[in-house]
């Protein structure tokens, strides 16, 4: 039973356009949601976080959205650069009596000059 | 250091043998988690640890697999008899506190089962 999915296993976008990663979960008891980003042979780096308080955060280049009631964020990052290129995980937990993180499989962006 | 690691960064090992992963959490932190990564998939929750609390082993996939965590700091995550299934990356994490902090990770060891 998959709680974070992210239906995209990959994203191609040219330099300077705008990149929408899509998650979505499917349980309700949710309130936190994190954005990782990860090169190859190296860990997984956080990225952006959001509270289910907020519907939009914003940090540079990077927004993360989301939408309670369709269950669903989504990761825009503008203007995209080849540096972006990286797998990026979505992730979820929930605070109230649990902290366990669950990860989506990830959605591989590459960006191409 | 600075930063969470691990070792051996690759580990080559026949079926049947036992391994162990050893991880360092960052400083301080008192959160330490296991995860795998499967060829193509997702971050696999394994176990978390939380200060001296009774460690949450809900996703481990088979009483192959154990961990400890010694002093609160180093965690050693054992696989006994592996089998070929056991073969992908193990990424450690450790956070300030439990909940929702940030995980930072370790660059992870890749195991591979032949």
């Known amino acids: 039973d998959q709680q974070v999915k992210q239906n995209s296993p990959s994203l191609s976008v040219q330099e300077g356009r705008i990149s929408i990663l899509n998650c979505d979960y499917t349980n309700s008891m949710f309130d936190y949601f994190l954005w990782y980003k990860k090169y190859p042979a190296e860990g997984p780096t956080f990225l952006i976080s959001?509270?289910?308080?907020?519907d939009k955060n914003e940090d540079g280049r990077f927004t993360v959205f989301l939408n309670k009631s369709a269950k669903h964020l989504s990761l825009h990052i503008v203007p995209s650069q080849p540096g972006d290129s990286a797998v990026y995980f979505c992730a979820a937990s929930a605070g109230t009596g649990g902290f366990k993180t669950i990860f989506g499989a990830g959605t591989r962006l590459f960006v191409k000059a | 250091g600075a930063g969470v690691s691990q070792s051996p960064s690759n580990k080559v090992t026949e079926k049947g043998k036992d391994v162990e992963l050893r991880c360092d959490p960052i400083?301080?932190?008192?959160?330490l988690y296991w995860y795998r990564q499967s060829l193509g998939q997702g971050l696999e929750f394994l176990i978390y640890f939380q200060g001296n609390s009774a460690p949450d082993k809900s996703g481990l996939p088979s009483d192959r697999f154990s961990a400890e965590r010694t002093g609160g700091s180093v965690s050693t995550l054992t696989i006994q008899r592996t089998q070929q299934e056991d073969s992908a990356v193990y990424l450690c994490?450790?956070?300030?506190?439990?909940?929702?902090?940030?995980?930072?990770f370790g660059p992870g060891t890749r195991l591979l089962v032949l």
């Open positions: 400083s301080g932190h008192t959160a």
């Open positions: 994490a450790s956070s300030l506190h439990r909940g929702q902090e940030t995980q930072y």
């Open positions: 959001i509270s289910s308080i907020k």
